[in-house]
């Protein structure tokens, strides 16, 4: 059987939107891949805002015990130097498409309730190449990519199922969300949970009120894995609300952190963390009384930093969400698998979250080593040799601020986090691999690094796309589609 896969090039200039359009459909490769029953089963689990220190190998005040077990099993590999981008926009976009933020217009802030905006169409997501491949593709919980357009809905992206919200936050229990309109000044409100069982009909389900989302979530994936027939691979994203704001959790699971005053922040973070661990193990359980789990490759990873001011920790690390500093982009991730990984390790080298792409499909069988702005770590993550090495990453190009990683270094220009202005215009260096936490600025004691860094950085900056944010628009008020956040509004 053969298929092909729809891709640009490694890092080429950005020309005409017809140009552009073009290259999408370039034919990267035709590979002969063996029969679907044998490819592996994806679960890539996401948790949202997880702090570097949230998880209780790290603050043994937390009580994640399945995530604990799963992350040190024999056949789990953990990825030391894993890197997202500082925001969820940001970070999900890359995940999709392989492409650095800057690259396709995602690259400041993240996507509101009744913006008219997504990632542009012309990029495709890993969905639409993995299911090339044969596999079958379930999203549940967030999605945040844009959906004012039917063009944008997950289930028009490369998924087969789609069950979950489409902004940035809802509240835990009502599903609902506010979004304020500053040019009207009004405060709107909605209810942001759909389900997609067919491609563009995006269905809202009023039926789960006072139902937890993390519980909510880890249902629907189980019931999706209950109707999935086993002669088919299946990818199925698996992203969390949790630990995002709103703060909410029910109190029972709050039992597993009296370490922590009552009615602070910091316990109930830690009763979410609880109860997204519990639902894990039962997604997992579910994989084994289906027969799923020997043949599942399973990674866990989060999006970005946590909000230190929302309960999280990013200890040591300096920074937090929506910083470009290493406590908003760099994060617990592992992968683990029965079959595919035999024995339990530390890898040290640098993983990118635009390597996803790349290395999820060969995952799926293709022989490919780079798609967009990403390479395949797979052989690397499974055996521990590297068929290619990430040596230089780009945190994000922005107008607030920018870095790059290049080896040991990290060079930032501008602001890391775009709340100061301190340090417009200015470059700073920090030799990571001895100054994780980035205390010390040595740019002054190292021009040649910093200019060789620097020239690098303007040049990529060459190929930036325009910025796809735009402003709200009324036309998705909640109150023209019976109180929901709904899509077919817009006409991008």
């Known amino acids: 059987r053969t298929t092909s896969v729809r891709a640009f090039s490694l890092l080429i200039p950005m020309g005409s939107r017809e140009r552009l359009r073009a290259l999408v459909f370039l034919l990267l490769t035709v590979v002969k891949f063996a029969s679907a029953a044998s490819k592996p089963n994806i679960l890539l689990i996401f948790a949202d805002d997880l702090g570097y220190n949230d998880l209780d190998w790290r603050d043994s005040r937390l009580h994640t015990p399945f995530l604990r077990s799963l992350a040190f099993h024999k056949n789990t590999v953990q990825l030391n130097n894993s890197y997202v981008n500082q925001l969820c926009t940001p ?272 995952i799926g069988g293709m022989d490919i080593n780079a798609y967009g702005d990403g390479i395949n770590q797979w052989q690397y993550i499974s055996t521990g040799v590297p068929k290619l090495r990430r040596f230089q990453f780009i945190y994000n190009i922005d107008e607030h601020g920018s870095a790059i990683r290049d080896g040991d270094y990290k060079l930032i220009f501008g602001n890391a986090d775009k709340r100061s202005t301190e340090h417009s215009g200015k470059f700073r260096l920090y030799r990571i691999s001895t100054d994780s936490t980035e205390s010390k600025d040595i740019a002054k004691e190292n021009p040649a690094i910093v200019a060789r860094m620097k020239s690098k950085l303007l040049s990529l900056a060459n190929f930036s796309r325009k910025n796809v944010r735009a402003p709200l628009s009324m036309y998705g008020d909640p109150a023209k589609f019976n109180g929901t956040y709904s899509s077919y509004w817009c006409t991008i």
């Open 91 to 362: 970070t999900r976009s890359a995940l999709m498409t392989g492409y650095y933020p800057f690259r396709i217009g995602t690259q400041s802030g993240v996507f509101l309730h009744m913006e008219p905006t997504g990632v542009p169409v012309v990029f495709p997501f890993v969905s639409d190449n993995l299911r090339s491949l044969g596999y079958k593709t379930y999203l549940v919980g967030k999605w945040h990519l844009g959906y004012c357009n039917k063009q944008f809905l997950p289930t028009e992206r490369g998924f087969d199922y789609f069950y979950g919200y489409y902004g940035p936050q809802t509240g835990y229990f009502n599903h609902s969300a506010d979004q304020m309109h500053r040019e009207s000044g009004k405060l709107l409100h909605g209810l942001d949970l759909f389900e997609e069982k067919q491609a563009g009909e995006s269905k809202p389900d009023f039926s789960k009120d006072g139902i937890y989302s993390t519980d909510l979530f880890s249902g629907k994936a189980i019931e999706t894995l209950s109707r999935h027939d086993k002669n088919d691979p299946f990818f199925m994203f698996l992203s969390f609300q949790s630990v995002h704001p709103p703060l909410q959790v029910p109190k029972s699971y709050e039992v597993h952190c009296k370490a922590f005053k009552p009615n602070t922040l910091r316990r109930v973070y830690c009763g979410m963390l609880a109860a997204m661990d519990v639902a894990i193990a039962r997604v997992i359980k579910a994989l084994k009384q289906r027969g799923l789990y020997e043949n599942t490759i399973i990674i866990f990873s989060s999006d970005n930093g946590g909000g230190v001011e929302f309960g999280a920790s990013n200890a040591p690390l300096r920074g937090e969400k929506d910083t470009l500093w290493e406590g908003g982009t760099r994060t617990n991730t592992f992968v683990h698998s029965p079959q595919f990984i035999k024995k339990f390790a530390v890898r040290n080298e640098m993983f990118h979250v635009v390597d996803y792409h790349a290395t999820l499909l060969g």
